[in-house]
């Protein structure tokens, strides 16, 4: 089965530092992986979102960035926080035949 | 208008009561839907996905599509003091590659 993995589960940064979040998918390979922001009592927004390997998406214009250095590995960074980026941000993978998002445990960053 | 759109909420519904969770979107082409619930403090977990018009029917929840009214709804049966989270409707959006785009959940509280 597949299965999905975030980390760290919590962070807490000061403004201006950097920030590297990994996540990795187990069972599935090639997966569409997704990488959502979800602030304070706020849906869900897409970041970014890759089809393989060193292909990134991105959806937001902002501070951050992702790469995708392996088939299942996929990671939020940026080099200089704001206060703004502060949320739970999600990564996902996408079962091809259905569509549906499956998400990991994910992780909320605090910038203070 | 937003792409896709539910009520804030709270919705709050005596336990042993129907619960009805409402979602309208805006893309006429949309083939996808998915509803997801969201605990405090967790990631979405994924309980329904509908493909065509009609009811679909899992356990004490019910799908209900209508493409030509763009409106997909969320029954739960029964409703348990465990149900009470936050609901998310999320529509694949073919005019911008099939992403999956979220409402902003409804809070649904279930009172024993």
């Known amino acids: 089965s597949q299965t999905i993995h975030q980390w760290p589960a919590t962070l807490v940064q000061p403004v201006g530092s950097p920030l590297s979040l990994e996540c990795t998918v187990e069972?599935?390979?090639?997966?569409?992986l997704y990488w959502y922001r979800q602030a304070a009592g706020r849906g869900l927004q897409l970041l970014f979102y890759?089809?393989?390997?060193?292909?990134i998406s991105s959806e937001v214009p902002q501070n951050l960035s992702a790469s995708r250095p392996q088939d299942r590995q996929f990671i939020l960074s940026s080099k200089k926080l704001l206060l703004s980026d502060s949320g739970f941000y999600l990564c996902?993978?996408?079962?091809?035949?259905?569509?549906?998002?499956?998400f990991g445990e994910g992780s909320r960053l605090t910038v203070l | 208008q937003k792409e896709v759109e539910q009520n804030s909420g709270p919705l709050s519904v005596p336990e042993g009561a129907i619960a009805s969770l409402n979602c309208t979107y805006s893309?006429?082409?949309?083939?996808?839907f998915f509803w997801y619930r969201q605990y405090s403090g967790k990631s979405p977990e994924l309980i329904m996905s509908?493909?065509?018009?009609g009811d679909k029917e899992d356990g004490r929840f019910t799908a209900q599509l209508n493409k030509a009214s763009q409106y997909v709804s969320l029954l739960i049966r029964d409703s348990q003091p465990s149900d009470s989270a936050t609901y998310l409707c999320?529509?694949?959006?073919?005019?911008?590659?099939?992403?999956?785009?979220f409402g902003q959940g409804t809070e649904l509280s279930v009172k024993p």
């Open positions: 999320a529509v694949n959006i073919w005019n911008q590659g099939g992403k999956l785009i």
């Open positions: 069972g599935t390979s090639n997966p569409n």
């Open positions: 996902a993978w996408r079962r091809s035949n259905t569509g549906e998002l499956f």
């Open positions: 509908i493909y065509s018009n």
């Open positions: 890759s089809v393989g390997i060193g292909q």
């Open positions: 893309d006429r082409v949309s083939q996808s």
